[in-house]
């Protein structure tokens, strides 16, 4: 399943090796940047390490649909992995396997564990249960505890090219109108340009971020308004949308002219952008701080 991993040579064939001698540590730390498909490199790894031979199993690994295979992810607006949820992992992975060869747990933003959650996760890498596999996923190595990142092997799930990127989605979304023009905006970030691609909710964000390219390029502050008041009641939504615009004024930054966004224009939104997905993520009145934004953008 490795092999469906896009670029990442290096990885695969380091991954790949590890497994085939039995070498491979009982934890793995992927670090990527969001959209690099460090979440579907743990997933390939879970699936080549419990059913080599491939298989419906390793589809339904692959799927997220294992039982074999426990995936861990933050809840809430803030995103935490909780200490309940690991201690529920903890009691889980003592169980007898079902099958295949043990069993795995996936950690889904590994650096969203917080100090509590973070200790409990630690005990379980000190004495790992036989035969199971701990794969944790982060943004950065940096990001994450090092009590935790000293307990894991590292590896790095790195942006593939554009080229790279839009001959994968042409393979794997025939039906795709837009391959290249999604490889440029996700600059080769895989996970993100395969959502765009194969998920409606995600194509729809792409969507209004490209609208709100060509309002900004405008100037047309009404529609601005207009367009991000329907989010001002959906946090993850909107901070969604505005990560993609900030995806779309960088590939603008890059020479993609088909967006409509001039260079200083696009330098300005990208940046603003930026800021105001951190001050969601404090909680300040959205309302506000999107109306606010819409008059910067078209400044």
């Known amino acids: 399943m490795l092999d469906r991993l ?23 730390l992927l670090c990527g940047e969001a959209g690099c498909g460090a979440g579907f490199a743990a997933r390939c790894l879970a699936a080549d390490r419990l059913y080599p031979q491939g298989g419906p199993q390793a589809e339904a690994v692959l799927a997220g649909r ?8 933050g809840e809430g607006a803030s995103g935490e992995i909780r200490i309940d949820r690991v201690r529920q992992v903890r009691r889980q992975v003592f169980d007898t396997a079902l099958s295949a060869e043990g069993r795995v747990v996936i950690f889904y933003g590994a650096h969203k564990l917080n100090g509590p959650s973070a200790n409990a996760l630690l005990k379980v890498l000190e004495e790992p249960p036989e035969g199971v596999l701990f794969v944790l996923t982060a943004t950065g190595a940096a990001a994450v505890l090092p009590t935790i990142r000293s307990r894991c092997e590292g590896y790095t799930v ?33 996970g993100l340009a395969r959502a765009a691609a194969g998920e409606p909710e995600a194509a729809r964000s792409l969507d209004e971020a490209l609208e709100l390219a060509r309002a900004v390029g405008e100037k047309n502050e009404y529609e601005l308004l207009v367009r991000l008041a329907g989010y001002e ?19 603008a930054l890059e020479g993609e002219t088909s967006l409509g966004l001039p260079p200083k224009a696009a330098a300005r939104t990208a940046a603003l952008c930026g800021a105001a997905v951190q001050d969601m993520a404090r909680n300040l009145n959205q309302k506000l701080l999107l109306t606010c934004l819409a008059a910067r953008l078209a400044g």
């Open 66 to 73: 294992a039982a074999e295979c426990c995936e861990v992810r």
């Open 6 to 28: 896009a670029g990442n040579a290096e990885l695969k064939q380091d991954l790949q090796a590890a497994l085939r001698a039995g070498r491979l540590s009982h934890s793995v």
């Open 233 to 251: 009641k959906d946090k993850p939504a909107a901070q969604r949308l505005l990560r993609d615009l900030a995806s779309v004024a960088a590939a």
């Open 158 to 190: 790195a942006p593939v090219s554009a080229a790279e990127c839009e001959a994968y989605l042409k393979k794997e979304f025939p039906a795709c109108a837009r391959p290249g023009l999604l490889a440029r905006v996700y600059a080769g970030r895989i």
